[in-house]
């Protein structure tokens, strides 16, 4: 496995994986890697004849008062885990390699971005989309993989790569979970042993709205008053949002119908933590 920090050598590397006709995968990811992320590496390296992990805590998604700064950043171990599962090269590049001088130039998708998360993150989306351009065009891949646990990232990504024609597939892979159901994620680290324990409410809020909606209820305002009946359960959450929405447009919905996105957000004591499912209500 190789390893770059510059633009220049990570191009390098992929114009000759190219010459070789070799597809090209790519996994954007910001370290601390955990099992979600090794799922999408396996799944690019099942696609793809030479897989890209890139590997950038990206300053320009995080707001003032956010953790950027306390982000885990264990270089070595995600290292050992690209090249444990089958990774072909890692793109670790510096703040300053992405970001060389004052940033000018933006990407912003427009009302994708605007409900759910972007209401609690406000410039959050444009610093993902910004910075998936930048990477889209620094590695040129074929395919890139992102987990569902993002959602609204994935729908994001997704309408500005349509938008803006860029020459890629997105892969989505589904949300891989602890045992008890929560979502994997870096942040969960933060979370202290009592919080560890409370934050499976969030999947379990989730599991009774899809239940309903699976048994044909499509009333929302009956469905997130039963997700909120159960969030109730850990008074140390802080909900930012208990959403039905369309899994596309990520429109509120009132009624329940189509590929149905239920989705959580909430704070236990300094952690955000996000989780969804998606329902196809017409398959039932
Ligand atoms: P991050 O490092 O948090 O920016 O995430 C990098 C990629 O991994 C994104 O596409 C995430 O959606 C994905 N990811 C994070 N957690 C999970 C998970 N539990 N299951 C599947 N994918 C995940």
Not at 124 to 138: D, E, Y
Not at 208 to 227: C, F, P, S, W, Y
Not at 234 to 246: K, Q
Request: glycine fraction near 8%; hydrophobic fraction near 45%; proline fraction near 5%.
């Amino acid at each position: 496995m190789q390893i770059a920090a510059t633009i220049t050598e990570i191009r390098a590397l992929v114009s000759q994986a190219r010459k070789a006709g070799r597809t090209v995968g790519f996994v954007p990811t910001m370290g601390a890697l955990h099992a979600g992320h090794v799922a999408l590496i396996q799944a690019a390296v099942e696609q793809c004849d030479f897989v890209v992990v890139s590997l950038f805590v990206n300053p320009t998604q995080f707001g003032p008062g956010e953790d950027f700064e306390k982000y885990p950043r264990p270089l070595d171990q995600d290292l050992a885990l690209c090249r444990a599962h089958g990774a072909d090269a890692v793109f670790a590049p510096g703040r300053t390699e992405m970001y060389p001088r004052q940033n000018l130039t933006w990407v912003s998708v427009e009302k994708v971005s605007e409900p759910l998360c972007g209401r609690f993150r406000p410039g959050h989306f444009r610093g993902v989309a910004t910075v998936c351009t930048k990477l889209f065009s620094i590695v040129g891949p074929d395919l890139a993989f992102f987990g569902q646990k993002d959602a609204q990232q994935v729908a994001v990504i997704q309408r500005m790569v349509a938008d803006l024609n860029l020459p890629l597939e997105i892969v989505v892979c589904p949300t891989v979970r602890e045992p008890d159901g929560l979502a994997l994620s870096s942040r969960n680290q933060y979370l202290s042993p009592q919080e560890r324990k409370e934050a499976t409410v969030i999947y379990r809020a989730l599991c009774r709205a899809a239940g309903l909606i699976r048994a044909g209820e499509t009333d929302v305002a009956k469905i997130t008053e039963q997700m909120h009946e159960v969030l109730r359960q850990v008074p140390a959450l802080r909900i930012e949002y208990a959403s039905v929405a369309d899994a596309e447009s990520l429109a509120e919905l009132r009624q329940a119908r189509g590929r149905v996105l239920v989705a959580v957000a909430g704070r236990l004591g300094s952690t955000r933590l996000i989780d969804n499912v998606v329902v196809d209500v017409g398959a039932h």
